[in-house]
């Protein structure tokens, strides 16, 4: 069965950086682009990042834009999310998201950031 | 601000139907598909709605998905207390909105 799971979210410090992860398993992953999407407390859902099958493609949302990269491993089914500069605005529960044909059907559980002095 | 305005609140009684919209413009929705997710307070999102109206294996017909110009809805029929959830619609943007853009989100309440 198709599964995300993410990890390495936690209490941070503002302007400080963290690195998230996706493992991803239960689907060919060299086939499919992968979202990043966040939700802030009691907030919608904010789409951060996606990229592409064979990590050649990589798009931002403005708010990430030049503070957070985007990259994956084909070689071991991961996705990473290295965030710097962070701020406490960017406080939001991480999901990534299998993209695809039928893309959003497949989210991780999500994991929380906290970025707070 | 959503670049996708839904509005913030819905309501019906069970057995009823309820339909949510979606507002967008001709970089998102009119000249891309729509998917509408319903997410549980502390849950993930789930897809309900893909491509405008299609839906995933799993997902009851009481779900159904239209799209017009740029505009899309999601109408429920047959409402279900278990059907109380937050609803977002998503699109690709064209613009430099995007690549991917949500709806506010519509908080559904079974009265």
């Known amino acids: 069965q198709v599964q995300l799971v993410e990890s390495g979210g936690g209490v941070v410090q503002p302007g400080r950086s963290l690195r998230l992860s996706c493992a991803a398993s239960?689907?060919?992953?060299?086939?499919?682009?992968i979202h990043w999407v966040r939700q802030a407390p009691g907030k919608g859902l904010e789409w951060v990042a996606v990229i592409s099958y064979n990590g050649f493609n990589k798009y931002y949302a403005d708010s990430a834009k030049g503070r957070f990269t985007i990259s994956r491993d084909n070689s071991k089914n991961t996705i990473d999310l290295l965030m710097s500069i962070l701020r406490p605005d960017d406080t939001a529960v991480y999901y990534c998201v299998r993209g695809g044909a039928v893309a959003g059907r497949y989210w991780g559980q999500g994991t929380l950031v906290t970025v707070s002095s | 601000q959503s670049v996708l305005t839904q509005p913030p609140s819905a309501s019906g009684t069970p057995g009823q139907r309820v339909t949510i919209s979606c507002s967008g413009s001709s970089s998102n929705i009119g000249s891309n598909t729509v998917n509408w997710y319903q997410q549980v307070p502390g849950t993930a999102p789930k897809l309900l709605i893909y491509?405008?109206?299609q839906r995933p294996s799993g997902v009851p017909d009481r779900f159904s998905g239209s799209k017009s110009g740029t505009s899309a809805s999601l109408a429920i029929s047959g409402l279900q207390s278990e059907d109380e959830a937050d609803y977002y619609c998503?699109?690709?943007?064209?613009?430099?909105?995007?690549?991917?853009?949500f709806g506010g989100g519509t908080k559904l309440t079974v009265l």
């Open positions: 239960g689907f060919t992953f060299t086939n499919y682009a």
């Open positions: 998503a699109a690709w943007d064209d613009s430099l909105n995007g690549p991917v853009v």
């Open positions: 491509r405008n109206h």
